[in-house]
Nanobody, 127 residues
Framework: QVQLVESGGGLVQAGGSLRLSCADSGRTFSSYIIGWFRQAPGKEREFVAG????????YYADSVKGRFTISRDNAKNTVYLQMNSLKPEDTGVYYC????????????????????WGQGTQVTVSS
């Protein structure tokens, strides 16, 4: 069973940093592609970053390239999202999601392709 739990959100000033974590208690974490998504008030959910099962391949939305870094530690069943140079437009609820399809080996930016979602963690960036 997949149970994703996000942590690390909070309030930070523009230019600051936060590191989000997405942890799973299951035993097959290394077989999931993990994506981070966010949703700002009044806006649709959007893809932020994703990482392959091995961690060797990563993919980022243009809006966060060069500022955010996704990584994973399969021994700890955890994916991280390091967010630097934060901007007010990064504000939103951040969700991690797992794509558990065994025969898929690429990060999909479409949220509908992910099977399990965490409860979300709030990130607020003040100007």
């Amino acid at each position: 069973q997949v149970q994703l739990v996000e942590s690390g959100g909070g309030l930070v000033q523009a230019g600051g940093s936060l590191r989000l974590s997405c942890a799973d208690s299951g035993r097959t974490f290394s077989s999931y592609i993990i994506g981070w998504f966010r949703q700002a008030p009044g806006k649709e959910r959007e893809f932020v970053a994703g990482i392959s099962k091995s961690g060797l391949n990563t993919y980022y939305a243009d809006s966060v390239k060069g500022r955010f870094t996704i990584s994973r530690d399969n021994a700890k069943n955890t994916v991280y999202l390091q967010m630097n140079s934060l901007k007010p437009e990064d504000t939103g609820v951040y969700y991690c999601a797992a794509d558990i399809h065994y025969n898929r080996n690429f990060v999909d930016v479409r949220g509908a392709m992910y099977d399990y979602w965490g409860q979300g963690t709030q990130v607020t960036v003040s100007s």
